[in-house]
């Protein structure tokens, strides 16, 4: 059994006539009375949903596009949640509108939060069955866990097949799973900055921000809801995260060697240079807006991600996959490399699955697919409105035969 609580997204017509803009939104969110099995081999008795739609379904159901989020990001996507001009819109607003990338004059999109998370969804911060925060006896969660609790949401929209599911980062690992774990329910993956599998240099970053979590001494041990919440060790975290996120020519070309008060050296601890700034900024932005052991919960499923895992090899699991994939990766990226996401169209190519793969030249690192809205727009929505143009012509093929 599951309900819904919340309403429709709206677009008020007097508000926010930004230039493709989805307009003022609410946040939704399904309880699922079941039982979620996971990986790990416990479950969860139980779980909520947070997600957010834009655009709408059309009469077959066939124009649904998932977008699955990263570490730090939620259901909402774009939109804005009051009518406050100075109000940020969601995490990838530039994407989703429109006439944007995810064009929601022909496309029905869909994020919600992932089990773990800690804005609305179901993770360590929710109330467990006794009435008290679940904190470390939140069970570890995996990607397919995520996938897993995802599908009970497409299933209660009455979506038999999604158009595509997208995502990078971490969301491009989702957008991977569900075609090996439901490969009938996905025509399309748009997998992007992303890779098969966590690399060890992936696992030490995330571990370097989970024992600044634990350093921090109101962490104690989780169980801190009551109380003082570990924000010196979550800022360090993300602080750690964040830098992965972008490359040393993006550094340099916006902070440099500036400093941030005056033109010398301070010979101080204080912070004397302009990129000290924007990462202690960062930090302390974060803990207003995330939950410590969520972030514990999240990078550990990065960690255990290996699309392989259970199959014994990445060709074994990827035999599975029916979609046509686009994969597209960027030259400075260093967190999520060129080379692992080559690995995964190398191994589409030889199993004569359909894989379109775009190595782009962007100077962002990570950030690319989030900052190179122009070109991801030509891409992306391109990629997206052939296969919408092939789709029709393929039904009209059929119809008329």
């Not at 969660?141 to 995802?150: E, G, I, P, R, S």
């Not at 600044?212 to 800022?235: E, R, V």
Request: hydrophobic share 40%; proline share 4%; with cysteine.
């Amino acid at each position: 059994m599951a309900s819904l609580n919340g309403h429709s997204p709206k677009l008020d017509p007097n508000t926010r006539q930004l230039e493709g803009s989805v307009g003022v939104v609410q946040r939704q969110s399904a309880y699922f009375d079941v039982t979620l099995p996971l990986r790990c081999g416990q479950s969860l008795p139980g779980f909520t949903l947070a997600y957010e739609t834009y655009g709408s379904l059309n009469a077959e159901r066939s124009n649904a596009i998932l977008i699955c989020h990263a570490l730090s990001g939620d259901s909402h996507v774009a939109g804005y949640y009051t009518e406050d001009p100075d109000e940020k819109p969601g995490w990838w607003d530039d994407a989703v509108g429109p006439g944007k990338m995810f064009d929601t004059d022909r496309y029905f999109v869909i994020c919600s939060n992932v089990i773990g998370g800690c804005q609305g969804s179901t993770g360590p911060s929710s109330l467990a069955p006794d009435g008290s925060p679940w904190a470390l006896r939140f069970p570890v969660v995996t990607v397919a866990d995520m996938v897993l609790a995802q599908r009970y949401l497409i299933d209660l929209l009455g979506i038999d097949q999604l158009f595509a599911v997208a995502g990078g980062s971490m969301g491009g690992m989702q957008a991977l799973q569900w075609a090996v774990d439901y490969p009938e329910r996905v025509h399309l993956v748009l997998f992007l900055a992303s890779t098969p599998k966590s690399s060890t240099q992936n696992i030490a970053f995330n571990e370097i921000g989970r024992q600044a979590i634990y350093a921090d001494p109101n962490w104690n041990q989780g169980n801190y809801y009551d109380g003082t919440p570990p924000n010196a060790g979550l800022a360090v975290a993300r602080m750690v995260g964040h830098v992965t996120y972008m490359s040393e020519t993006s550094l340099n070309h916006k902070f440099g060697r500036r400093f941030h008060h005056g033109d010398g050296y301070g010979y101080t601890f204080d912070t004397d240079f302009e990129v000290e700034s924007y990462f202690r900024y960062q930090g302390e932005k974060f803990v207003h807006r995330f939950d410590a052991n969520s972030y514990l919960y999240i990078t550990k499923a990065l960690d255990y991600f290996d699309i392989a895992h259970g199959y014994g090899a990445l060709e074994t699991a990827l035999e599975r996959v029916q979609a046509a994939t686009l994969v597209i990766s960027f030259s400075s990226d260093w967190l999520y490399t060129a080379e692992q996401a080559l690995d995964l169209v190398t191994a589409l190519e030889q199993l004569d699955k359909e894989v379109e793969y775009h190595l782009v030249q962007a100077q962002f690192g990570h950030d690319s697919f989030l900052v190179e809205v122009e070109l991801m727009t030509r891409l992306v929505g391109g990629y997206l409105d052939r296969q919408w143009q092939r789709r029709i012509a393929v039904a009209q093929t059929q119809g008329a035969a």
